[in-house]
């Protein structure tokens, strides 16, 4: 009921007009919401990219258990490693990430680049999904990388038949490979080499990509071997490419290395990286 509709009841005395007030008040009374878990959430991934600074997570993927609808961008909040992150895009998506022009039962949010803040050690990444073994002086994967996501105030979305609102949520631990999606090196050939030196058989890690179009440019397209630093030698070539920012600066783009060979009809580089199993000047490993 309206103001303008209470105005209307001719009240003789002070006590009806109390009583039928109160009756008209109790019935608007709205139960407030009581912020549940998303059980209709089975599982997440989280979508790394590699930047110049070293690597970040751009999105994240959330399977549900039946198709996704009524969402915007703003209909949701997230934390990657309990950092509060910006929602840039919400939509529909196969379980990699691809948009999808139909309702599916994966929500994909892409996000903001993630702030970076230098030191003396360089570049630190907020909500990376490496860490560093100061033992062995070398990056690795996050053993529990967690993914937060709310329902943000004033919003709603549907699962199927079943309503999310304002302050329910979902929490998900990425701790496997399985979790990681990294669409930058899927597109590399990824293989080891084995030599023997001094007596010794020595294995390389190591990935290799091809610029698109080097087949029909008809030029001879130089190759780029790319050494890594201290932190990322190990048997795990994405740790190399990401961290060693080979994905970030040899992107196909107008900006970034590959940049500099597309002269005279060129496709630009070959790009080789190979990674050792523990550090370039270690004697006795």
């Known amino acids: 009921y309206t103001k303008k509709r ?25 139960k407030p919401h ?7 959430a089975e599982s997440a991934s989280i979508i790394v990219t590699g930047y110049e600074f070293g690597p970040g997570v751009s999105g994240v993927v959330v399977e549900f258990d039946d198709v996704v609808k009524g ?10 490693a309990n950092k509060t992150r910006t929602v840039q895009e919400a939509y529909c998506s ?12 994966y929500l994909t949010l892409q996000l903001g680049m993630p702030k ?9 990444v907020e909500a990376s999904p490496f860490t560093y073994d100061m033992t062995k002086n070398v990056n690795k994967w996050a053993e529990e990388y967690k993914i937060n996501l709310a329902v943000a105030e004033n919003q709603s979305f549907t699962v199927g038949k079943v309503k999310y609102q304002a302050k329910d949520s979902y929490s998900y631990n990425v701790t496997t490979s399985a979790d990681r999606i990294i669409p930058q090196t899927a597109t590399w050939n990824k293989d080891s ?17 091809k610029p698109d179009g080097a087949d029909d440019d008809n030029q001879k397209n130089p190759l780029i071997i790319w050494l890594h630093g201290m932190g990322e030698g190990g048997t ?15 992107a196909d783009n107008e900006t970034n290395v590959q940049h ?15 990674q050792t199993p523990t550090m370039w000047m270690d004697t006795t490993g």
């Open 116 to 124: 970076v803040t230098s030191s003396m050690w360089g570049a630190s």
């Open 6 to 30: 209470l105005s209307v009841f001719p009240f003789a005395s002070a006590g009806p007009a109390v009583g039928v007030l109160s009756r008209l008040v109790a019935c608007g009374d709205k």
């Open 236 to 250: 795990d070539i994405d740790i190399d490419l990401l961290g060693n920012e080979v994905t970030g600066l040899t």
């Open 71 to 80: 969402f915007t961008k703003d209909t949701f909040t997230v934390k990657t």
């Open 94 to 105: 196969d379980e990699k990430g691809v948009k999808s022009t139909d309702a599916t039962k």
């Open 193 to 209: 080499y084995t030599y023997n030196q001094d007596g010794k058989d020595i294995t390389l890690t190591r990935a290799a990509r």
């Open 260 to 274: 500099y060979f597309k002269s005279n009809g060129s496709a630009g580089a070959y790009v080789l990286a190979v």
């Open 34 to 40: 009581e912020p549940v878990n998303m059980d209709a």
